[in-house]
């Protein structure tokens, strides 16, 4: 593998608010080393992701600007795979940098793939074991360690799920994942206040839905089973909306002005992590929030029937309790009334990682690439 070329180094391609969130450590940890990487935007999440990215001190280099209205994934894939291919025969990197599972993250992979550019996957190897669920990011995300040359997974589980496919255990480094050098730098520059509005000993509860295979009936049912918690007029509960009209249609109605219950416009990044360190307990569909929340003490409960990040549930932070309404309410309750079982699950070390995972990465990258940065 050559090393850093003039017109080389790195190239970092992210879209969506969580991609930039785990992508953000790893850019000020290359830029630190005197090697800042070219920042490849595809504007995938554009309301999101801008203010998150002023608040965190990134400038893009290059915004790609692909989402149209109504744009099925079919077109946002095709748009995607031609601009970052335009995009990258421009800037001729030695290696592209890609997070997770997005469409963003697998046009990156295939653009590079088509350039002859290795590819550098982080947070590679969570698996659900369901092609479909979640949809379309469990494929994306198979497809992309197709494609890559250096897989940093974030645990030990996942860099396992790799090698069992096949990857050389040469080519991938367990990092932990990048989410917690990130909550961890939020939490010390104090950025950010809490959505929550109550004092005093009611309980805190913070919930997150958006996904696909939640919406509709399902959701509709969890919106039921927050309205029956908020009856019982110890809690306040803090829902951010997502954007998607999909989400909003089912959870205004049920929600709406429910005493004990408090809807707010969808969070920026240091404004969530405040509400997320203000709470007692999380109640999400959310892949990052399983990660974050246990270095802050905070019990999940994942309202979905699969999930790619099992080792938070292994571990007893967490629990998978779909979108059942009885076996949703009765887990919350629990939690909520039972001091010992909050115990157990508050006091679980993180399973996914220390916050030292972005150094990891890039002396793994610059050991590789032929720099001594």
Partial sequence: MSGFTANGGLAVVFGTRPEAIKLAPVIRELTGRGLPPVIINTGQH?????????RMSISTTVDLDVMRANQPLSGLTARLSDSLGETLRKFRPDAVIVQGDTTTALCGALAAFYERIPVAHIEAGLRSGVTDDPFPEELNRRLVS??????FA??????????????DVSDVDVTGNTVIDNLFWVLEQGLGQSAFTTEGD??????TLHRRENQGYRMNGVA???????????????????RSPSVRDVLLPVLGGQPGITLVEALEYPEFTA???????????????????????KPVLVARDTTERPEAI?????????????????AATALLDDAELYRSMASVINPFGDGKAAGRI???LCADLGTTA
């Fill in 146 to 151: 197709q494609l890559t040359r250096w897989h």
């Fill in 314 to 330: 292994e571990a007893g932070a967490a629990r998978l309790v779909g979108t059942d309404v009885t076996a949703l309410f009765e």
């Fill in 224 to 242: 039921q089973v927050l309205r029956r918690l908020a009856a019982r007029g110890d809690v306040e509960i803090v829902l951010p909306l997502h």
């Fill in 154 to 167: 974030p645990t030990p589980r996942a860099a396992a799920a790799l090698t069992n496919e096949g990857v």
């Fill in 362 to 364: 890039a002396a793994r």
């Fill in 275 to 297: 509400t997320l360190a203000a709470c007692d307990l999380i109640i999400t569909d959310s892949g990052g929030v399983q990660e974050e929340a246990p270095s802050l003490g």
């Fill in 202 to 207: 009611k309980k805190r509860i913070l919930v």
């Fill in 46 to 54: 554009r309301e999101l992701l801008d203010p998150l990215l002023r």
